[in-house]
């Protein structure tokens, strides 16, 4: 059974970091591209961050770059999404995904997905 449980969400005032992290089981994790994206209510589910099968290789939101890192542990099932200089508009449910095909940034491309972390930025 495929799983993705995220972790690491919270509330914290603009300016500060969190560090999330996805932990993977039920596929064959070093096999699969990882992805990042985010969701605020009303909105689209928009691309964050990709990460390529062995780690050598990243992509970022033009919203994100500079300041959010993408990582992996391929030894763990984990990745990872570490986020500094917050912004009130990074507020958003964080979602991260598996790719089977590759660093695609389209959500429609990603194979699996986990339930989710709400990320809360305060002004």
């Known amino acids: 059974q495929v799983q993705l449980v995220e972790s690491g969400g919270g509330l914290v005032q603009a300016g500060g970091s969190l560090r999330l992290s996805c932990a993977a089981s039920?596929?064959?994790?070093?096999?699969?591209?990882m992805g990042w994206f985010r969701q605020d209510s009303g909105k689209e589910r928009e691309f964050v961050a990709v990460i390529s099968y062995i780690g050598d290789s990243t992509r970022y939101a033009d919203s994100v770059k500079g300041r959010f890192t993408i990582s992996r542990n391929n030894a763990r099932n984990t990745v990872y999404l570490q986020m500094n200089s917050l912004k009130p508009e990074d507020t958003a449910f964080y979602y991260c995904?598996?790719?089977?095909?590759?660093?695609?940034?389209?959500?429609?491309?990603?194979?699996?997905w986990g339930q989710g972390t709400q990320v809360t930025v305060s002004s």
């Open positions: 039920g596929f064959t994790f070093s096999r699969y591209a």
């Open positions: 995904a598996a790719n089977r095909a590759g660093m695609g940034l389209a959500a429609a491309s990603f194979d699996y």
